[in-house]
């Protein structure tokens, strides 16, 4: 079927090759675009590196404090999801790496390694953000006597109306279905549709978490799917059960 993607354009790129392996088509409409903000890294000690997303190293500015090549190479690093431990690899940071699959998970596992040593000093943590965030991360190691400065990497900057494909084939019910990967994109979609006037209800509506399907549920929409786990291979099992495949013009093959 065609999928409509709204996530970041790389992003969206990277989950496209996945559909199409599958046997599904995506379309394109960013709804966020990631800009770098250029800021710098803060003075000061660092026990360890928090991030949750790849823009976090894509986009990170190698500017006057930069970490040394060294220095990457010896800070831990704790990340949310494999595609991020490769973004860090590649920005040289060859050191221990973390890996969770949420962010919830990521802070509980970290405060829980922290508090297995209860004499050592309180620890000091980079967290490399987005400006647009939610505080649960660095409240919760903040909450166990920890230091986090954050460096807000990159901003991510709404779109001000779908790509006129998408808006077309969501007008006349050819979006078989949409993935959503965050509340705030959520949000944006259903502005922007609504701004055209578009009715997006005919198509299945597959959220990351339940906190991503909040708005597609408060809006009312009569097809919305919660992922299994806040994983994207989960947001495609869960497509596969929903429509069979279509060839690339939009025609039904058979069931999946």
Known sequence: MLVLLTRALDEAMRTAAKLFAVG???????????????????????????????QAFELLSDGEGALSPEARRLVPVYVVGERTE?????RGFLGRIVVEQDARDLAA?????LAVSPA????????????????????????AGHEV????????????????????LLEVDRIGAALHY???????FLKLAAQ??????????????????APLEA??????????????????????????RESVSGGRSGAA
């Open 24 to 54: 599904h088509h995506a379309i394109l409409s960013p709804v966020l675009e990631m800009t770098p903000t250029g800021a710098p890294w803060p003075p000061g000690a660092v026990d360890g590196i928090i991030a949750t997303s790849t």
């Open 86 to 90: 490769a973004a860090a690899r590649e």
């Open 109 to 113: 596992n970290l405060v829980a390694a």
């Open 120 to 143: 050592a000093p309180p620890a000091r943590f980079v967290y490399l953000a987005g400006r647009d965030r939610k505080p649960d991360l660095e409240a919760a190691v903040r909450a």
């Open 149 to 168: 400065a954050t460096v807000e990497v990159y901003v991510a900057q709404a779109a001000e109306e779908l790509d006129e494909e998408a808006a077309a």
């Open 182 to 188: 965050s509340r705030r994109s959520v949000e944006i």
């Open 196 to 213: 055209a006037e578009i009715d997006v209800s005919g198509a299945h509506h597959v959220a990351i978490s339940p906190d991503a399907a």
């Open 219 to 244: 809006a009312g929409l009569p097809h919305v799917h919660v992922a299994a786990a806040p994983r994207e291979q989960a947001m495609l099992d869960l497509l596969v059960t929903l429509a069979p």
